[in-house]
């Protein structure tokens, strides 16, 4: 790897985004770095009997609504024209159908890995190409921000690092909730500022990815007190979350030169500031490190955007931290230079009982309402 890298203001090479790869190179790639199992050439016999069992089965459960499709079909045609399917390919058709079906399923999930790992590989090759820390993958990973707290099998990939003028993360991430019932994944992408020293915690949620009916697509539920309203079109695009008390320190740090930019570069992303750290949040499928050079470029031009205005932010300094802790006199000459840092109560925001979370017990109450009046309206 190239021991001097280039800024983000250099021009990049999208090439080995869009070449050709090779297969077995992908293949190759995707067992290194554990992405798929391992273990020879292709899939064991036993493997392929155990799949065409469970498929069988499956086009069997399949077939059983389809079957009453296509007798009801049948029973519609022949009341309709007097001529009505024979009985011996009514079944047949059904399980045929389900089988077309399921088999649909399988080649786009086939086709969607093969997709996937092809761009994981372009990604690495991408990187290369172009002077760039590369990772592929790194499991349960130590980081601050609010994403990084949920759930279990968490892993970043495709991990992009650029060292000038700051070090800057680029990668994908996912994380697993579960329970005895439910197993779902979530998806997200971030940008990761490392900056020169630690900020209070705020939080700026997108609006435009917001649910109407759930509100916030942000995993934490921030308690609605820490809101703070800013002038201009900020509050139409984010909504400012920051602890009680940093309000005026709030408005320091997001000048109105400094929203603007961030309206222009990610009005549609969520921002967390939290430690000494920035990032920029994407959930769901729009990934940052992907085989798109538009998203590169995307990318690369926020990272400058944002780069430029941050030095006003290191200058930031808790003047909480500086409140002296008794009345001894201090001696004479120059004052001690400010503490760095951030005092307890601007580190985290607080958070509060997401609604969805009285949803049981609404319903719940709802029945406990309702079956003593239904038995006395019977």
């Known amino acids: ?48 009997l155990l799949g065409l069992v469970l498929g069988g089965f499956a086009a069997l459960i399949v077939a059983l609504p389809l079957l009453f499709v296509v007798m009801l079909v049948d029973g519609v045609l022949e009341a309709s024209t007097g001529v009505g399917l024979p009985g ?45 820390e590369f990772v592929p993958r790194i499991a349960e990973p130590a980081a601050p921000g609010m994403i990084f707290e949920h759930g279990s099998d968490r892993v970043a990939s495709e991990i992009v690092r650029l060292s000038q003028p700051r070090a800057v993360e680029i990668a994908n991430y996912r994380y697993v909730k579960q329970t005895t019932k439910t197993h ?25 990815n917001d649910s109407k009916l759930l509100g916030s697509n942000l995993p934490n539920a921030l308690a609605t007190a820490q809101q703070l309203s800013l002038e201009g ?10 602890p009680e008390g940093y309000e005026a320190d709030a408005l320091y740090l997001f000048t109105p030169d400094i929203m603007a930019r961030f309206i222009d570069a990610g009005a549609g992303f969520d921002v967390e500031i ?65 503490p760095r840092g951030v005092a307890p109560q601007g580190r985290r925001l607080k958070q509060r009982i997401p609604l969805l979370a009285f949803l049981p017990v609404v319903v719940m ?8 009046l239904l038995d006395s309206l019977g």
């Open 274 to 338: 939290v430690d000494d750290r920035l990032y920029l949040y994407s959930s769901g499928s729009r990934a940052f490190s992907s085989d798109d050079p538009a998203m590169w470029e995307w990318v690369f031009s926020t990272v400058d955007a944002l780069n430029a205005k941050l030095e006003r932010w290191e200058r930031w300094r808790d003047e909480r931290l500086a409140e002296p802790s008794s009345a001894v006199a201090q001696p004479p000459g120059p004052l001690p230079a400010m």
């Open 365 to 372: 109450a709802g029945i406990w309402f309702c079956i003593p």
């Open 184 to 208: 779902e994944t979530f998806r997200w992408s971030y940008l990761a500022f490392t900056l020169d020293r630690a900020l209070p915690h705020i939080v700026l949620d997108a609006r435009s």
């Open 1 to 48: 790897m190239s021991e001097s890298r280039p800024t983000t203001t250099a021009r990049f090479d999208p090439a080995p985004l869009l070449d050709p790869v090779d297969h077995s190179a992908v293949r190759e790639y995707e067992v290194r770095n554990g992405f798929r199992p391992g273990g020879g050439g292709g899939v064991p016999w036993y493997g392929v």
């Open 88 to 132: 011996e390919v009514v079944f047949p058709l059904a399980f045929a159908g389900a089988a077309t079906i399921i088999a649909s399923f399988a080649w786009y999930a086939v086709k969607s890995s093969r997709l996937e790992g092809e761009a994981r590989f372009r990604v690495s090759r991408f990187a290369a190409a172009n002077g760039l």
């Open 233 to 242: 079109d900020f509050d139409r695009h984010f909504t400012l979350h920051c």
